[in-house]
T-cell receptor, first 118, second 111 residues
């Protein structure tokens, strides 16, 4: 079974600064996907970024980027130029390749609560 | 607008009183899932469905039932709710191998 660990329950950052959220996972699979989801106070789950394990290039979406280290099973999220609207709970999630994942199931970490301070 | 809807958004009930949380999606996705979110545990899959009339258990299915009679709808049924089912519930839909689209969540309290 896969496990996802987020070792930082809470973090804070000053507006306009950069912050990195950590995520490690454990799997014996070689093909899989990794995601970061954002959950603001509205509770809506919003996809931030997606990474395919077979791609060596790190995914980037505007101010959000990841550092994907496959051998180390690490998948950190970097938020640059932090904004007040980035205040949210962030979840790291793992999904096996579709051929090995009948239920299209996501396995989530416990989350990191990020506070952006003005 | 592409979306997943859930109803109700908030529900307070008592132990043993049957309830249903509805979920509907308008994206023609074949996959639908139910997750529960608990502090420190993230989201955990309860049940999933690969298509109409095809459902199976996720990681935490005990105490829950689902049905998939139409592609767009995937209700979650608690036949005899208990306090340990107090949680935040999310419905999600997806195409296989792709990211899941989540509904707005249902906050359930069982007294």
């Amino acid at each position: 079974a896969q496990t996802v660990t987020q070792s930082q329950p809470e973090m804070s950052v000053q507006e306009a600064e950069t912050v990195t959220l950590s995520c490690t996972y454990d799997t014996s699979e070689n093909n899989y996907y990794l995601f970061w989801y954002k959950q603001p106070p509205s509770r809506q789950m919003i996809l931030v970024i997606r990474q395919e394990a077979y791609k060596q290039q790190n995914a980037t979406e505007n101010r959000f980027s990841v550092n994907f280290q496959k051998a180390a099973k690490s998948f950190s999220l970097k938020i640059s130029d932090s904004q007040l609207g980035d205040t949210a709970m962030y979840f790291c999630a793992f999904m096996k390749h579709e051929f090995l994942n009948a239920g299209n199931m996501l396995t989530f970490g416990g989350g990191t609560r990020l506070m952006v301070k003005p | 607008e592409a979306q997943v809807t859930q109803n109700p958004r908030y529900l307070i009930t008592v132990t043993g009183k049957k309830l249903t949380v509805t979920c509907s999606q308008n994206m023609n996705h074949e996959y639908m899932s139910w997750y529960r979110q608990d502090p420190g545990l993230g989201l955990r899959q309860i049940y999933y469905s690969m298509n109409v009339e095809v459902t199976d258990k996720g990681d935490v299915p005990e105490g829950y039932k689902v049905s998939r009679k139409e592609k767009r709808n995937f209700p979650l049924i608690l036949e005899s709710p208990s306090p340990n089912q107090t949680s935040l519930y999310f419905c999600a839909s997806s195409v296989r191998g792709n990211e899941q689209f989540f509904g707005p969540g249902t906050r359930l309290t069982v007294l």
